[in-house]
């Protein structure tokens, strides 16, 4: 970034509008998603437990599924249009990209201490790891549902991961790793709550560390 | 240092912050209570306008569905050790209330956009030419199951009638007052049959004795067992489940 092009106290936004609109267009999409096929899996458990009714919406089955199916083209076009703006902006390879073993180590013990600073638009290890992993199984999700919604006409798919039965439990499995990772995305915003703010109005990035003033 | 002074705050210098913090509890609880109210009792029965726009949706995956299919890909095929044993049962009733007819007098009555509606026997039905496939049935709850099905292919015994091949949909009713309906593209997949057999004898009374129609593109519901009637129509006779809010299409 050029810092001679900048109006002094005009840093860019940490998060551009797109990134935001589909950040909160998958959010609730994903939501809907994992509450209505909550629903769908007590029609027919893979494990022996279901989901409490509170957690699920639909109210029945039909109305789960069409939750479900509703959802999925939302958070169909926000993926899409996210993946194209990530891989065409440069996003994914400056940001996301996940760095080396050694500085996640480094990442994860400060994060776990508290000692983990967070500076604006600069995304840490740890960050760069759990984002470029949900991605991935989010992925991963949709291709799987593909499968199992249409076993038939995208039958490459079914056969990919395993035929209809497989697939199923790789969908499911998909799902308890974004619910983790849920968990521990909203327990680390609580931490930086400010995080929450500039992901709603786009915040301004922090300034890169001065080595020399640093040390 | 004055070792009396007064610690807590008065109300007067707290009071800004207490109107922040209510105010944002009174924002967080109407946030809560409308999600709440949007979430719940979302059942497609309230005509409300979540259930109006989950209805156009389904309405819009219907018409992606279609786009979709093709009569070129074919449901994958298994080995006889594949089989799923038993065979599950579902109805919209339990087994105890199976209802059979005598597979003798039974006839397929016929109505519609059809040449030659008269009725069709049994007998006749097996004169005709015969398919047999092991596919995998899906039901709509998700589960599934392998079955070995055999019967006349649906195309043949259509063109056999004299369908208008070019009507919308194909309509069934079934003796246990089930009813479904398909899409002519559907009905003219060279893998829905006419089921006459499971395994190597006439269809059982849990599998829909003695005519079933049986479709590895379709989830289990649009699947009809103790078919009665058949039509060919333009109308969209919707179905059982179909009209309580599955999607109508529910292809696989």
Known sequence: MNQMHRKPGRAPRAHPAIVRLTHWISAAAMVCMIMSGWRIYNASPILPFTFPEWATIGGWLGGALNWHFAAMWALAAAGAIYLVYGFGSGHFRRDIRPVGPRAILRDIVAALTLRLAHREGHYNAVQRLLYSGVLVVIVLTVITGLSIWKPVQLGFLSWIFGGYAVARVIHFTMMVLIVCFIVVHLALVALVPSTLRSMITGGRVAEPIDRETAS | MNPFRRVRPTYDEVRPDLVKIE????????????????????????????????????????????????????????????????????????????????????????????????????????ELPQQRQITRHICIEGWSAIGDWSGVPFSVFLKRIGADLRARYVGFKCFDDYFTSIDMATALHPQTIMALDYGDSPLPPAYGAPLKLRMPTKLGIKNPKYIAAITITNHNPGGYWENQGYNWFSGS
């Open chain 2, 23 to 126: 105010r944002r509890l009174m924002l967080r609880s109407a946030l809560s209570l409308g999600a709440l109210s949007m979430l719940t009792g979302c059942n497609l029965e309230d005509g409300d306008s979540v259930d109006e726009a989950l209805k156009i949706m389904s309405r819009f995956n219907d018409k992606v569905q279609a786009a979709l299919f093709s009569n070129d890909h074919l449901a994958a095929t298994f080995p006889p050790g594949a089989i799923t044993k038993p065979f599950p049962f579902n109805a919209y009733y339990g087994m105890a209330d199976i209802r059979t007819v005598d597979a003798a007098s039974w006839r397929l009555e016929l109505s519609g956009q059809i040449a030659d509606r008269r009725p069709w026997s049994l007998a006749q039905l097996r």
